[in-house]
Each structure stands twice: as structure tokens, then as C-alpha cells.
């Protein structure tokens, strides 16, 4: 008879040597939504329908705000930034002949920045749509949004208490990400978990949508692949044309199933029709994995094309950063970048930028300073701990390495196929 401890390495040799090739998707589920069949008559024509009534009422600003919200729309689904900035002009408009005295129009124009990562100036526009008092509640969810995205912890928290109310949707998706905010991913899961049931009784598409590609996002980060890839189908049985569901599944085809074709032919799809500069750098890394040097390289010169594009303003810092940092061996120019994004937005996975960019330049102390004043402890985020890791190792101390390394094993599926030998060497 096979002993405990030998039937539980058995158990355990199955598993380990079974893992790469568990596989979790199936081109069936979602081959019917890789036929392009994007359709976004009903957003143009509201433009058209808006302007026309624009051209005989040019300082109506509700038609202004209806055609910024069809504009909005069009980013959303296309991904092409011309169409936020047209939203943005027209809310600016909106607010300027309202004097800036109109709650909705401020909170309109303040999620229009939030979209741009102008959280400063989306701040601004909410504290004074707070102090007009008008459907306060909206607005005090959007302040713990902006105060979170900045770092301000304190402030996030106060609005979260304000709003507390464990029936109500957007609630519920605010107090998940800060429980995911603060590392507890299980707690994070399951108030999202309560959120998607909520959607699902309201039966509210949008809702139902944004809740499974969360829901699933945070099964992946939970290692719960086969839950992650099962929600991002359910949120592509709602709109076929996801480009974000797509991606999550590209994500498990390349780094769960180590199949970095069928990800590629994913990436190619989405990119047929979605307009995101860093969906180039995902095409990038594959081309890194499979050792095809060209496709890297042409990945990235299309990413500098797309992301120079000065409408993004500062969307594209963090990926600017790490590029010129890393790839482009342009130290310098990542500090330039980082520095500016401090500046933008003072949290943890910012001074993380700066870190790792003096890092690169050969600054070791001044990186070892950032770390321990600004982001250790505050952050859990995988690709900000191996960062911090190397830091350590460089300066010596070594001690803080090992528990690092242990975490990042166990990130290997969010991090990707090509920082696993760089985590085993620290």
C-alpha cells in the first residue's frame, strides 16, 4: 500500500508536470466573435442628429453634453482617441456656458479626464460639482475614483464610508477595488462577485459587461484561469466586439497555454478594428517569447507611431517609461517621463516608474531611496515588486529578495512566459 507522503508527491509531480498542458480555451467558444462585425451606425448618427440641432441652437449646451455622450461612445467602441477629444470640446463648451455651475456637466467633463489620466483637473471639476451639492451620492463615488487614481488614501476612504451601502451596485465595485487596492484579493473577488450578481438581476447590459470582464480579470490574478476565460466569454456573449474580453483571452492563450500564435491571430483581430497603441507592446512581448526578433521590433516602432500621437497627452507615461527605460536603453529620457507622471499622479506604481528608471541609468542609490520612501508596502502589484526586487539584489539586500521572489513564483501567469528565468535568477 503507497504511503501518505508518497501518494502526496505523486499527486504533486501530476500536477506540476500536468500544468502546461492544461488547457482552459476552446477556439469554438469564441470563433464566431473573431468575424468582424463592428457596427456603430447608431453612434454616428446621434452626431449627426446632435449637430444638426447644434447648427440651430448653437449654445444649447444639453445637445452639446448628448453629443459628446455619442462621441464617448465611439471611443469605447473603437478605441480611437479623436472621438474623447471631440467629447472633450464639447463638454468644455457645455460647462463654460453654464459657468461652471452645473453638477451633471462637471461630473461629465470629470470622466471625460479620467478616461485622458488627467485626474488633477477631473479632482478640481468634482469638488466643485460637491460643493453645488446636486446628486451628491454620484459624485462622492467619483471622488473616492479620482482620489484613489491619485493616491490619496485617506480621501479615498472617507468618500467610500460616505457612499457604504452593501444592496447598492456601484458601491460594491468601489469597495472591491479598494480591498484589492489594500492586497486582498479574495475580498476584492468576492464583493465583485456580489456586484455581477446585483448586474445580473437588473439585467442591465452595460452593467452585466463591465462587471464579468472584472469579475474576470480577477479570477486571472487569482489563478482561477478556467473562471477568468469562462467570463470574458459571457462578456463576449453580450457584445461580440470587447476588444478588452478578447484580450483577457489572448492573455491565458499566451501565458496560461503557452500558445503564442493563437494569441497572436487574437491580437490581429482586435487590432483590425480597435484603435490602443499598447496593444502593439502585447504583440511585442510574444515576439520576444517565440525569438522573432522583427516582429518585436515592428511591434514597437508601430506602438512610438501610434502612441506619438499627441492628443493621448500623458495616457501612454507608464509604457513611454518602461520602453526608453528598458528596450530603447534611453535611461534618461524614462526619467524625464516618470518624473511627469509623479507629477500627474503621486502613487506608488508612479514612483515605481522613477525607481526602476534611475535603476536602469545606474543610479542605485537614488532608486533604493524611492523604493523605501515611496512605494514599498504600498503596493502589491507583481511588475512593481520584481522592480523593487532587482533594486534590492543590485544594493545588496538580499534579505528583502527572497520573500519578493516567493510572490513573484507565484505571479509568474500575470507577469508573462518571459519573466519567469528573470525571477528565478534574483
Not at 467619483?142 to 487614481?149: H, I, Q, R
Not at 520576444?288 to 522583427?294: A, L, V
Request: one cysteine or more.
Amino acid at each position: 500500500m503507497m504511503s501518505t507522503y508518497r501518494l502526496l508527491t505523486l499527486l504533486l509531480f501530476i500536477a506540476f508536470y500536468s500544468c502546461d498542458s492544461k488547457k482552459v480555451t476552446d477556439i469554438k467558444d469564441y470563433q464566431a466573435f473573431l468575424i468582424q462585425n463592428e457596427d456603430n451606425s447608431v453612434a454616428k448618427e446621434d452626431i449627426i442628429f446632435w449637430t444638426n440641432k447644434l447648427e440651430k441652437a448653437p449654445n444649447e449646451y444639453l445637445y452639446m453634453v448628448k453629443r459628446a455622450n455619442a462621441n464617448t461612445n465611439l471611443f469605447s467602441a473603437t478605441g480611437k482617441i479623436d472621438y474623447l477629444i471631440d467629447a472633450e470640446k464639447d463638454l468644455v463648451n457645455a460647462n463654460t456656458l453654464t459657468n461652471y455651475n452645473t453638477s451633471g456637466c462637471l461630473k461629465a467633463l470629470a470622466h471625460n479626464y479620467i478616461s485622458q489620466h488627467r485626474f488633477k483637473e477631473a479632482l478640481n471639476l468634482l469638488k466643485k460639482a460637491e460643493v453645488l451639492g446636486e446628486k451628491l451620492r454620484g459624485t462622492q463615488k467619483m471622488l473616492f475614483d479620482v482620489n484613489l487614481e491619485l493616491g490619496n488614501i485617506t480621501e479615498a476612504e472617507e468618500y467610500l464610508n460616505k457612499i457604504k451601502n452593501f444592496s447598492d451596485f456601484d458601491y460594491l465595485i468601489r469597495l472591491s477595488k479598494w480591498e484589492d487596492h489594500n492586497g486582498n484579493l479574495d475580498g476584492a473577488i468576492t464583493y465583485m462577485e456580489r456586484a455581477t450578481k446585483i448586474s445580473e438581476s437588473s439585467n442591465t447590459k452595460s452593467l452585466k459587461q463591465w462587471s464579468y470582464t472584472n469579475l474576470a480579470d480577477f479570477y486571472g490574478h487569482a489563478g482561477k484561469i478556467d473562471l477568468s476565460y469562462h467570463y470574458y466569454i459571457k462578456a463576449l456573449e453580450l457584445n461580440p466586439n470587447d476588444a478588452y474580453a478578447k484580450k483577457g483571452i489572448a492573455w491565458i492563450v499566451y501565458s496560461y497555454e503557452k500558445n503564442p500564435e493563437a494569441a497572436l491571430t487574437l491580437l490581429n483581430h482586435i487590432t483590425s478594428y480597435y484603435n490602443a497603441p499598447d496593444y502593439n507592446l502585447f504583440k511585442a512581448e510574444i515576439a520576444e517569447f517565440i525569438g522573432n526578433e522583427e516582429l518585436k521590433q515592428n511591434a514597437y516602432k508601430t506602438y512610438m507611431s501610434e502612441s506619438k500621437n499627441r492628443l493621448y497627452g500623458n495616457m501612454y507615461n507608464k509604457y513611454n517609461a518602461l520602453l526608453y527605460a528598458e528596450d530603447m536603453l534611453q535611461p534618461e529620457r524614462a526619467i524625464e517621463i516618470a518624473m511627469q507622471e509623479v507629477k500627474n499622479r503621486p502613487t506608488a506604481q508612479s514612483y515605481d516608474l522613477l525607481a526602476w528608471s534611475y535603476f536602469k541609468n545606474g543610479n542605485l542609490e537614488e532608486a533604493n531611496t524611492i523604493v523605501d520612501k515611496h512605494i514599498s508596502g504600498k503596493t502589491s502589484e507583481p511588475d512593481v515588486l520584481y522592480h523593487m526586487a532587482e533594486i534590492y539584489k543590485a544594493i545588496g539586500k538580499t534579505d528583502k529578495v527572497s520573500p519578493l521572489k516567493e510572490e513573484l513564483l507565484a505571479s509568474i501567469y500575470e507577469l508573462g512566459p518571459t519573466m519567469e528565468e528573470k525571477i528565478l535568477k534574483l
